[in-house]
């Protein structure tokens, strides 16, 4: 059976891309997208991409004709979808949300438009995490938290959202916005006594915010303290890897030889051999003492809430010298609220660094607050520790190759040697290794690796041979990106690889024949 492609834009924004001009296909002139990681070895995947050229020859998709039959839907964030199906499976392999709209020029130009789209990163990347202090909790768990935070199209696609048109109708047609309605997240294999107090910028340039990690930076974090992986799929679920997953290696699904029309190959590439690795890991210390200031409105400094208003800010714990600090327990103090006239109420919500006020006031007079403190158990940091593991031999045989990685949400140091080692051992040599292959079919009737091109995604184990190189090995695809040209007579699909550990390097595990038999053919993992 050929292949058939849709390309769909959810112009009404309802979550059906079925309406009368949201199937936009055979206005595609261009489709390339991508997804996932780039480079192996990488905690937390690239943005997602989608870049569309279609024929405008009528200005249907060009916003400021008002009398296009989508005037004013040819706006940012309208959902953006790309399927197959080859006789027998429907598959998705993009969504995400329109970013730009970019018409040619000219009446006797080129008459088309550029679509650019994008996936869910953005979201994370553009949110100010404020979570609260997670103590003795897995990754995953944190990471789950982490993306609560973000409102996003996912969520909004699939959530229950009170008082929203198509978001309110429980059971119905939406779900009660738990993450697993959009996330799938393998339980994490480390344990963190603590997160969340310490993701901050610090700077020392006075004029220089010290802000606190996006979303995107502290899943970063705490994916690169896993040692695991964090991406959004072709579905746009956001997936979590635990470090096990790629560890345990597997059965390779095909094996691809000499097929490619492309291979990106090195052997021995300084980005990947390491012979020297340090990890940077961020001891805390909780005060004992309960009322510890963590916050206080700067001397010579009022807040005035007018009348019948609510003012909400969020503050951010420092020390005495201006440095960002952790807090937990935190609570305002009211024996030290002082009010020069009025009154009002204030609460708190507090975060892992620092705290939502909401300071209402109900009376017929303006509120002036002229001191106001936060006080609770003040987290601070006792200094940066390091591990290193370094392997002599390699160092004088290919020079010192180092490798520095700072982990915010690593607190002890046996755990931070359990890293370093692990990536000097896995490092330390120099190996072939193909970054990514590239295959081409006929995108409507096949050909070539076309049944693979359609199937293989993300996290899937394959087997690689090329004579030229005499190169083979087992990878797993970190990354996609995909051109869909000439009518989609021409399909061009890139994976990005990341080495599977050979079977002489897979981890120790009890009662499994070939893994048991430790130091002979396997090795510890952490």
């Keep these: 059976m050929p292949t058939t492609w849709t390309i769909a834009v959810d112009w009404d924004r309802n979550n059906d891309f079925t309406e009368t001009y949201d199937n936009v296909t055979s206005r595609v002139m261009s489709a390339k997208w991508a997804l996932g990681m780039r480079t192996p070895y990488t ?22 004709n008002s009398a296009s039959p989508l005037a004013g839907k040819l706006v940012p964030q309208r959902p953006v979808r790309i399927q197959s199906n080859d006789g027998t499976t429907t598959r998705t392999y993009w969504l995400g949300w329109i970013e730009s709209i ?60 009170l008082g929203r048109v198509g978001n309110s109708e429980v059971g119905v047609s939406m779900v009660l916005g738990d993450t697993s309605a959009y996330s799938t997240l393998d339980t ?65 699904i095909v094996t691809v030889d000499d097929s490619m029309s492309e291979m990106q190959y090195s052997f ?20 004992t003492a309960a009322n510890m200031v963590l916050w206080s409105l700067p001397d010579g400094n009022s807040i005035i809430v ?3 208003k609510i003012i909400d800010l969020f503050v951010k714990f420092e020390d005495e010298s201006s440095k960002r ?4 327990d935190a609570y305002v103090d009211l024996t030290t609220l002082t009010f020069e006239e009025g009154s009002a109420t204030v609460t708190i919500a507090a975060s892992a660094n620092g705290a939502e006020l909401k300071l209402v006031n109900t009376t017929s007079l303006d509120a002036i607050i002229t001191r106001l403190e936060i006080r609770g158990r003040k987290i601070v940091d006792n200094g940066e520790m390091e591990a290193t593991a370094l392997d002599t031999g390699s160092i004088i045989d290919y020079g010192r190759r180092t490798m520095r990685l700072n982990m915010p949400s690593i607190d002890n140091l046996e755990q931070a040697q359990h ?14 290794m193909v970054e990514a292959v590239t295959f081409k079919s006929h995108g409507l009737n096949g050909g070539g690796q076309h049944a693979q091109q359609l199937a293989r995604t993300v996290g899937d184990l394959i087997r690689v041979q090329e004579t030229q190189t005499e190169h083979e090995g087992n990878y797993f695809i970190v990354g996609e990106a995909h051109e869909l040209m000439q009518g989609a007579t021409l399909w061009k699909t890139t994976w990005y690889l990341e080495p599977a550990p050979l079977p002489t390097a897979l981890p120790w595990q009890v009662g499994v024949t070939g893994r048991a038999e430790l130091g002979a053919v396997t090795r510890l993992a952490y």
């Excluded at 310490?198 to 303290?225: E, L, M």
């Excluded at 600090?325 to 937990?328: F, I, P, Y």
């Excluded at 890293?419 to 072939?432: H, L, S, T």
């Design 325 to 328: 600090v952790g807090g937990r």
């Design 43 to 64: 905690p937390i995947a690239n943005e997602a991409t989608l870049d569309l050229v279609l024929d405008n020859s009528d200005r249907r998709y060009s916003p400021d």
């Design 268 to 287: 021995g590439g300084r980005d990947y051999l390491k012979n020297e690795v340090t990890v940077v890991c961020h001891p805390r210390s909780i005060s």
């Design 188 to 252: 994490g294999k480390l344990t963190l006594a603590m997160a969340a107090d310490n993701w901050v910028i610090q700077t020392n340039a006075s004029d220089t915010k010290k802000s606190t990690f996006d979303v995107y930076r502290a899943i970063s974090d705490i994916a690169t303290a896993e040692g695991g992986k964090f991406f959004f799929d072709r579905e746009g679920r956001a997936i979590f890897y635990n470090r096990h997953r790629f560890l345990l290696g597997g059965t390779p």
């Design 102 to 161: 970019e018409p040619a020029l000219g009446r006797y130009g080129k008459r088309t438009v550029r679509i650019t789209a994008m996936g869910a990163m953005q979201f994370l990347k553009a949110t100010e995490t404020k979570l609260s202090l997670q103590l003795n909790k897995t990754t995953d768990q944190i990471i789950a938290e982490l993306i609560r935070e973000v409102i996003m199209p996912p969520a909004l696609n699939r959530a229950w959202i």
């Design 419 to 432: 890293i370093a080692d692990f990536e000097r051992n896995r490092r330390k040599a120099p190996q072939g």
């Design 306 to 308: 007018p009348p019948g």
